[in-house]
C-alpha cells in the first residue's frame, strides 16, 4: 500500500508567476483534500477533489484551481502568485469524502519571491 | 476568526511525565474531534480522535478528553517519550460537511531525556 505522495518537495516562484503541484492519492483513495499552512499557522482547508469534481472550498480566491484525474490524483494551480502564497501545501486522501481518516502527504514547501 | 484554538505554542515536559494539550473550539456545530501529530518535513500524522457524543476516548498511552459544555478537549500522554516531541494540532469538523478539517495553530511539545 503506497501512501500519499507530493511533487515536488520544495520550489521557489517569482511574484505573479503561475504553480502546479502534485499529489497522488493513497492506493484504495479516491477523495484528495489540500490545505494552505502558513508558517506558525494550522493546515487551512483549500478544496477538496472527489470522483473528479470539486466538492468543496475553502475562504481562497479563484485563482487557486485544482483537478483530479482518473486514477485519483490531483494537481492544485495557483496563479499569478503572491509573497503571501509562500507556505506549506499539504494533500490529504481519504476513501469516501469524510475527512475522518484523512492521510497526508509530507507537503510541498512553495516559497515566492 | 478562529474556530479552533490552541492558546499555548509550545510545552515542555520531562520523559515519564504526563503531557496535557489543550484545545478549545467556539463553533458549536463541530460534532467530532481529531488530534494529529506532526514531524519536521512530514505531513500530519493521524494520532486520536473523539466524536462529540462521548467524553473521553483512550488508544495506548494517549486519552482525549472533551468537555462539550466548556467547548474544550485536552490530549493526554502518559508516560510522554522524547520520540513524541513533535507538533500536535487539534482539528474539528462538522458532521454535514465533514470534507473540511478545522485546525488550530498547533502546539510544540518536546519531551526531555
Known amino acids: 500500500e503506497t501512501g500519499v505522495t507530493q511533487s515536488p518537495t520544495h520550489l521557489i516562484k517569482t511574484r505573479g508567476q503561475q504553480v502546479t503541484l502534485r499529489c497522488s492519492s493513497q492506493?484504495?483513495?479516491?477523495?484528495v483534500s489540500w490545505y494552505q499552512q502558513a508558517l506558525g499557522q494550522g493546515p487551512q482547508f483549500i478544496f477538496q477533489y472527489y470522483r473528479e469534481e470539486e466538492n468543496g472550498r475553502g475562504n481562497f480566491p479563484p485563482r487557486f484551481s485544482g483537478l483530479q484525474f482518473p486514477n485519483y490524483s490531483s494537481e492544485l494551480n495557483v496563479n499569478a502568485l503572491e509573497l503571501d502564497d509562500s507556505a506549506l501545501y499539504l494533500c490529504?486522501?481519504?476513501?469516501?469524502?469524510?475527512?475522518?481518516?484523512?492521510?497526508f502527504g509530507q507537503g510541498t514547501r512553495l516559497t515566492v519571491v | 476568526d478562529q474556530q479552533v484554538k490552541q492558546n499555548s505554542p509550545s510545552l515542555s515536559v520531562q520523559e515519564g511525565r504526563i503531557s496535557i494539550l489543550n484545545c478549545d473550539y467556539t463553533?458549536?456545530?463541530?460534532?467530532?474531534f481529531l488530534w494529529y501529530k506532526k514531524y519536521p518535513a512530514e505531513g500530519p500524522t493521524f494520532l486520536i480522535s473523539i466524536s462529540s457524543i462521548k467524553d473521553k476516548n483512550e488508544d495506548g498511552r494517549f486519552t482525549v478528553f472533551l468537555n462539550k459544555s466548556a467547548k474544550h478537549l485536552s490530549l493526554h500522554i502518559v508516560p510522554s517519550q522524547p520520540g513524541d516531541s513533535a507538533v500536535y494540532f487539534c482539528?474539528?469538523?462538522?458532521?454535514?460537511?465533514?470534507?473540511?478539517?478545522?485546525f488550530g495553530k498547533g502546539t510544540l511539545l518536546t519531551v526531555n531525556p
Open positions: 482539528a474539528a469538523i462538522i458532521g454535514g460537511s465533514n470534507y473540511k478539517l478545522t
Open positions: 463553533n458549536s456545530m463541530f460534532d467530532y
Open positions: 492506493s484504495g483513495h479516491n477523495t
Open positions: 490529504a486522501s481519504t476513501e469516501g469524502h469524510s475527512n475522518t481518516e484523512a492521510f
